[in-house]
Structures are given as C-alpha cells and as structure tokens.
C-alpha cells in the first residue's frame, strides 16, 4: 500500500478502496476476449464495494456505480447487453442524488445498453436525459 500520509493506517475504507480500484484496473485492462478474468474480477469489485456501500452509504454509492458500470460496458463489450441492463440501471438509480458527471456516465452506459437491446426509443430518451442534467457549478 502506498502511503500518503501518517494517518493513511486509520483512514477508514483506504485498505478496501485501493483493492477495489485495482480490480476494476485489471478488468479494464484485460484483453477483450481474455475470458472470465475481467468479469471475475469486476464482480469481486462490486461484491467488495457492496458491502462498503452499506457501511457507509454516502461515501461509497460513486464507486460502487463504477464498479456496476464496468461490469456493464465488459458485457456490452462482450455482446451480453441483456446482463449489462440492470447493472447500468442501478448505476443511474444510485448517482441520480450524486448528479454531475457520474449521472452522466451511467446514463450513457444505460443508453447503450438499451440501443444494443434495439430499445431504442428509451435510448433516446435516456440520451435526452442527459441534455437536461445541468453542468457543474464553475
């Protein structure tokens, strides 16, 4: 573990988030027909940051929606968009509050999981829906 600062031992979640992180590092780095490593490995990081999550809601839903929507683009990648949809989806359901940029990120990853499933009415308004989320603050 990196350390980087004397209080890195007791910040609380530090230990788990950095092995949450780096699973989602080695999904994402896999080859795209490397197997089932990736998605093991993304459904460990969502298992883990699950129950991080229900610890501590507020400080771990984002990263919980990333680790879901990695999850979902590898089975977008992988052409299994039917598995992809309800990970998108509750990505979206749980950075609705968050707003800003991941909203962002997981509606487009909902709208292509829709567009895969030829939904593409909901697609579109799904892509709508990200017309209307407003910019940050400057």
Same mark, same amino acid.
């Given at each position: 573990? $990196?350390? !980087?600062? @004397?209080?890195?031992?007791?910040? !609380?979640?530090?230990?788990?988030?950095? #092995?949450?992180? &780096? =699973?989602?590092?080695?999904?994402?780095?896999? *080859?795209?027909? &490397?197997?089932r490593a990736a998605l093991k490995s993304?459904?460990?990081?969502?298992?883990r940051s699950r129950a991080l999550a229900?610890?501590?809601?507020?400080?771990? $839903?984002? =990263?919980?929606?990333?680790?879901? %929507?990695? #999850?979902? !683009?590898? %089975?977008?990648?992988?052409?299994?968009? #039917?598995?992809?949809? @309800?990970?998108?989806?509750?990505?979206v359901a749980l950075t609705r509050p968050?707003?800003?940029? *991941?909203?962002?990120?997981? %509606?487009?990853?909902?709208? $292509?999981?829709?567009?895969? %499933? /030829?939904?593409?009415?909901? #697609?579109?308004?799904? /892509?709508?829906?990200?017309?209307?989320? @407003? @910019? *940050? *603050?400057?």
């Amino acid at each position: 573990m $990196t350390r !980087k600062g @004397p209080d890195d031992r007791t910040r !609380k979640g530090t230990y788990d988030v950095e #092995a949450i992180e &780096g =699973l989602l590092a080695f999904a994402v780095t896999r *080859p795209r027909w &490397g197997g089932r490593a990736a998605l093991k490995s993304a459904s460990e990081a969502i298992t883990r940051s699950r129950a991080l999550a229900q610890r501590s809601p507020g400080d771990y $839903t984002v =990263l919980l929606s990333r680790c879901l %929507l990695t #999850a979902a !683009k590898l %089975l977008l990648g992988r052409g299994r968009a #039917a598995e992809a949809l @309800p990970l998108a989806e509750e990505a979206v359901a749980l950075t609705r509050p968050v707003g800003g940029a *991941p909203l962002v990120v997981s %509606l487009g990853c909902l709208a $292509t999981a829709l567009e895969a %499933l /030829h939904r593409y009415s909901e #697609a579109a308004a799904t /892509h709508a829906e990200v017309d209307r989320v @407003p @910019p *940050p *603050p400057d």
